[in-house]
């Protein structure tokens, strides 16, 4: 078992930057990525980065790559989202997810089913 406890979330001007935390706990040795997600009222689970635990190597889909940056620290088993230059559009719950299995391309780590465990969210609102 993996827990997973996000923080950092708030409300934010337009243009603001957030850095958010997810901090793992259990069964860590046998995670293989974090990724996170976002989910917006009315709209799907979106992903938004992952990372491989072991190695560093991250992927983002286009829509955030400019914008958004993953990194994780392992002596602390903390995985964090930088996201800069906030948009409204931004406004979403946002989760984080370990991956208990091998998956051989980073990219892979976009689809939630590669996804284990799930934290319970924060929540990001950027006002205009």
């Known amino acids: 078992q993996v827990q997973l406890v996000e923080s950092g979330g708030g409300l934010v001007q337009a243009g603001g930057s957030l850095r958010l935390s997810c901090a793992a706990s259990g069964r860590i040795l046998s995670t293989y990525a974090m990724g996170w997600f976002r989910q917006a009222p009315g709209k799907a689970r979106e992903f938004v980065a992952a990372?491989?635990?072991?190695?560093?190597?991250?992927y983002y889909p286009d829509s955030v790559k400019v914008r958004f940056t993953i990194s994780r620290d392992r002596a602390k088993n903390t995985v964090y989202l930088q996201i800069d230059s906030l948009k409204p559009e931004d406004t979403a719950v946002y989760y984080c997810?370990?991956?208990?299995?091998?998956?051989?391309?980073?990219?892979?780590?976009?689809?939630?089913?590669?996804?284990?465990?799930w934290g319970q969210g924060t929540q990001v609102t950027v006002s205009s």
């Open positions: 997810a370990a991956a208990t299995r091998f998956s051989s391309s980073v990219t892979n780590y976009s689809l939630k089913e590669k996804y284990d465990y």
């Open positions: 990372i491989r635990w072991s190695g560093g190597a991250t």
